[in-house]
């Protein structure tokens, strides 16, 4: 069976940022990637607040059977496809994403701790974390470049979902954690720790 890796952590901790990482590092038949952000349901399907604004930021946001089902799929040696979530950017083109197994599957996703049918699963849980404040501003610098969204919406969903998600749905899980990645500065020296743990599967 493959060896299956979580990367969790809080948005705008970076953990898109360490997935990257280590695709840049690892070879196709070193290791597989899939993220849970490319699994959230269309936004006509999602909750609405108070003020009848979408919030994305909860765990019945995300089509879970069906990455449960892919990812099972990785594991028993079998491709997936999947269209990739582009964020409700009208500005974005989604491209069909192609994933072929590996002998070491990386898993990455705000909410990938907290359904047991998933935390279960992982053989090595990571984390990354950092301060608030510097949470909010990549929050904010990658929502309007990369997304499209006004800095007014970006300030009243990280103040009225994303803080109160993260306190409920992702926070209580760290206690879990095999490891924790300090992202307030670098995650550099992390990367080589676990790409070096990666190559060491043969």
Same mark, same amino acid.
């Given at each position: 069976?493959?060896?299956?890796?979580?990367?969790?952590?809080?948005?705008?901790?970076?953990?898109?940022?360490?997935?990257?990482?280590?695709?840049?590092?690892?070879?196709?038949?070193?290791?597989?990637?899939?993220?849970?952000?490319?699994?959230?349901?269309?936004?006509?399907?999602?909750?609405?607040?108070?003020?009848?604004?979408?919030?994305?930021? *909860?765990? %019945?946001?995300?089509?879970?059977?069906? /990455? #449960?089902?892919?990812?099972?799929? @990785?594991?028993?040696? +079998?491709? !997936? $496809?999947?269209?990739?979530?582009?964020?409700?950017?009208?500005?974005?083109?989604?491209?069909?994403?192609?994933?072929?197994?590996?002998?070491?599957?990386?898993?990455?996703?705000?909410?990938?701790?907290?359904?047991?049918? *998933?935390? %279960?699963?992982?053989?090595?849980?990571? /984390? #990354?974390?950092?301060?608030?404040? @510097?949470?909010?501003? +990549?929050? !904010? $610098?990658?929502?309007?470049?990369?997304?499209?969204?006004?800095?007014?919406?970006?300030?009243?969903?990280?103040?009225?979902?994303?803080?109160?998600?993260?306190?409920?749905?992702?926070?209580?899980?760290?206690?879990?954690?095999?490891?924790?990645?300090?992202?307030?500065?670098? /995650?550099?020296?992390?990367?080589?720790?676990?790409?070096?743990?990666?190559?060491?599967?043969?």
């Amino acid at each position: 069976m493959p060896y299956l890796i979580g990367i969790s952590g809080g948005s705008g901790s970076g953990k898109t940022s360490f997935l990257n990482g280590l695709k840049e590092c690892l070879d196709p038949d070193q290791a597989c990637f899939i993220s849970f952000d490319d699994y959230y349901k269309p936004r006509e399907d999602q909750k609405k607040d108070a003020e009848g604004v979408s919030n994305f930021d *909860l765990p %019945e946001s995300m089509e879970v059977e069906a /990455f #449960v089902k892919d990812l099972e799929s @990785l594991t028993q040696g +079998r491709s !997936i $496809k999947r269209l990739e979530y582009v964020f409700n950017n009208e500005n974005a083109t989604p491209e069909e994403i192609i994933i072929k197994p590996a002998k070491v599957i990386i898993v990455e996703g705000l909410f990938i701790y907290h359904y047991p049918t *998933l935390k %279960e699963r992982f053989d090595l849980k990571l /984390f #990354v974390d950092a301060d608030d404040e @510097l949470k909010i501003i +990549r929050r !904010i $610098k990658r929502d309007k470049e990369e997304r499209n969204y006004p800095l007014e919406d970006v300030l009243y969903r990280y103040k009225n979902h994303v803080i109160p998600s993260y306190r409920q749905f992702i926070e209580p899980y760290v206690k879990e954690m095999d490891i924790i990645i300090n992202n307030n500065h670098s /995650f550099d020296q992390s990367l080589k720790v676990i790409y070096q743990f990666i190559k060491s599967f043969k």
